[in-house]
């Protein structure tokens, strides 16, 4: 159990507790939320003994182990299970758990063949993973995680959702993805106002309380100037009658002694949307038989297709390191394919979010003039008006771009996309140093925005909320799904949701591999699928629009014989019987078509079926 009592920091005039206090109990999970620069990671640091506090204590009992992410990678170990060994709880008996930190490494999307692997020679990616295993395999009384969500693909970060679900000790969680905090923790704890307040129950809890609390606030606030302003209007009137002067002086003293309420600050929010410029064709972008890859013989991406419609909200995801940045890059024609192509429409006008795009920022140069150098006119008025709104008011957005947080300069990565006029957003993990009400603006922005969206996310609130169409990077290929996250999890689902037993991992490696070209296999099929019937429904639905119009000319068609034949006039009688005569026997041949259509419908649905079944046995 951790006790927080009284605790107040600053940082020179910025205040970031006042007095405050709380109680982690035992077996709670608790989500800890917050403006970025309000104190979350502060806190973080301070149960650690990393920073000290200037005022208060902080109580842990003996013996009561703390876990946390490090960021400070140093191995010493020969292979990946060893280092990840080390972490292990001691027992006097001697068992051996190292199946425990198999099961720990493999959830978090290491392979059997990378247990043997020497830890220096990982990806960064990868080394923060191992660290981040050793933390869960060292099974500490208090695990403290923050922005986990920035170092895991989607397929490992499903998987710790379900290990931190499951876990039976005490947890503070930093994220700002609502959902995943949402499925995992007991209590939500906020930092507002240099307070901290802590509720049980999700996100939505805590922040209606706040709201509650503050509304009660303002109007006890608003209350007590009125009775001041009245017992000042007292004393003014009265004050120089004699009869008068007991009740005056009363009416001071109590003034003097009765604190004044301040009104509260604005909170501060990202509130922004897109600059839309206008498109007016179906399609933005198609890209057809598009390859590449970095290393010969080794394509990230391999004969993939699709097309970017001008409303589409296309979701790439997959693992780190299969293609999905490199994508964004063929896309964005930074990189040159080494076959295929990707052509634009010549009205395509997009702005792009990269993940190093912000190393493209020029240090020595100001937030405004970043921003303006964005702008199509270089409005200084405009761009200041985006610093605003991307909470740099006044002198802030003179700073230099050499003295910003991550955080602040993914900020001016999204200014600079605002004051770009675009048709289609390109987004590499924009949420990545946003935190959770800034998050939800910029799902508000895109939401909004009457242009194409392609994200790279591996965040499944943000999936959930947006995608209507995937790409996916699954095995050794990307596909294209047609669909949402749930349809894609619900038909085809991620390859190795359920890795082996660690024990017996290596002697069912053959059962595994199997298991994953019958998902693979079945992905394939549900596309193909798709493609299939679509285009046979497609064919279908043309056919019977054009039977609807035909038949409504030859209505037209036999009251206009009629007519001429009425008046006698040969000549029109003969056009329109010519006429009718072909517009019947089109549709007649139309009908023809329509009904080996259905029957092949039919046939290739039962086979599709019978071929689906055969994935699942």
């Known amino acids: 159990m951790l006790q927080v009592s009284n605790l107040g920091k600053s940082y020179g005039q910025q205040a970031l507790f006042d007095k405050v206090g709380f109680t982690i109990n035992p077996g ?106 050793k933390v869960l395999v060292s099974d500490p009384n208090l695990l403290l995680l923050d922005e986990p969500t920035n170092y895991l693909d989607i397929v490992s970060l499903r998987w710790l959702v379900q290990f931190l679900r499951s876990w039976r000790k005490e947890l503070m969680i930093i994220t700002h993805d609502r959902s995943i905090m949402d499925s995992v923790t007991t209590h939500t704890m906020a930092i507002h106002r240099c307070g901290i307040r802590k509720i049980a129950g999700p996100t939505e809890n805590v922040y209606q309380q706040l709201i509650l609390e503050e509304e009660i606030y303002e109007k006890t606030r608003v209350n007590d100037e009125k009775k001041r302003a009245e017992i000042e209007q007292f004393i003014n009137r009265f004050r120089a009658k004699a009869t008068k002067a007991k009740a005056v002086q009363s009416r001071v003293k ?19 949307s897109f600059n839309s410029a206008p498109f007016h064709s179906k399609q933005l972008m198609e890209v057809n038989e598009l390859y590449f890859g970095f290393k010969f013989g080794e394509p ?114 999204l200014g600079k996309l605002l004051v770009s006029p675009a048709n289609m957003l390109i987004l590499d993990e924009p949420t ?24 790279v996310t591996h965040s499944e609130m943000i999936l959930h909320a947006i995608a ?77 629009r054009e039977i609807v119009g035909l038949e409504a000319i030859v209505v037209q068609s036999n009251k206009d014989l009629m007519d001429a034949s009425a008046k006698g006039d040969s000549d029109a009688i003969k056009k329109l019987s010519k006429a009718l005569h072909d517009s019947q026997s089109k549709i007649e041949s139309l009908f023809a078509e329509l009904e080996r259509l259905h029957v092949e419908l039919e046939d290739k649905t039962k086979e599709f079926e019978e071929k689906l079944s055969a994935t699942e046995a």
């Open 28 to 133: 709670e999970r608790v989500g800890l939320v917050g403006r970025n620069g309000h104190g979350k990671t502060t806190l973080f640091r301070l149960i650690l003994g990393q920073e000290h506090q200037d005022s208060g204590t902080i109580s842990i009992p003996n013996g009561y182990r703390i876990g946390h992410l490090s960021q400070h990678i140093r191995f010493t170990e020969e292979s990946v299970l060893k280092e990840a060994c080390l972490s292990l709880p001691h027992y006097e008996d001697g068992r051996d758990e190292s199946y425990k930190a198999e099961a720990i490494l493999m959830g978090l999307g290491f392979s059997v063949d990378d247990l043997v692997l020497d830890p220096a020679k990982l990806s960064g990616g990868f080394q923060v993973r191992l660290n981040l295993a």
């Open 254 to 272: 109590a003034l003097h002694k009765k604190e004044r309420l301040e009104k509260l600050s604005d909170t501060k929010n990202l509130d922004f």
């Open 300 to 413: 990230l991406i391999d004969r993939l297709n699709f097309y970017v419609g001008k409303k589409d909200r296309i979701a790439i995801i997959g693992k780190n390191g299969k293609g999905k940045t490199t994508l964004l890059n063929l896309l964005a024609g930074e990189l040159t394919p080494l076959s295929g192509e990707v052509r634009c429409h010549n009205d395509l006008k997009f702005a792009y979010f990269g993940q190093t795009n912000i190393n493209r920022l020029d240090p020595q140069k100001t937030i405004e003039e970043e921003i303006m150098d964005a702008h199509p006119d270089h409005n200084r008025g405009s761009s200041r008006a985006i610093c605003g709104v991307m909470m740099f008011p006044k002198d802030d957005a003179l700073k230099k771009i050499n003295v910003l947080s991550g955080g602040e300069k993914s900020r001016v990565l």
């Open 432 to 455: 990545n140093h946003l935190d959770m009400e800034s998050t939800e603006s910029l799902l508000e922005a895109i939401d909004e925005f009457s242009g194409a969206v392609i994200i």
């Open 468 to 544: 209507t169409r995937l790409i996916v990077f699954d095995g050794r290929k990307a596909n294209l799904f047609e669909g949402t996250y749930q349809d894609f999890l619900d038909r085809v689902g991620w390859s190795n949701e359920a890795p082996p037993t660690p024990r017996d991992a290596k002697a069912n490696v053959g059962k595994t591999v199997d298991k994953k070209l019958r998902r693979r296999r079945r992905a394939e099929l549900v596309n193909e699928k798709s493609r299939t019937l679509g285009a046979l429904q497609k064919r279908s639905a043309e056919i019977e």
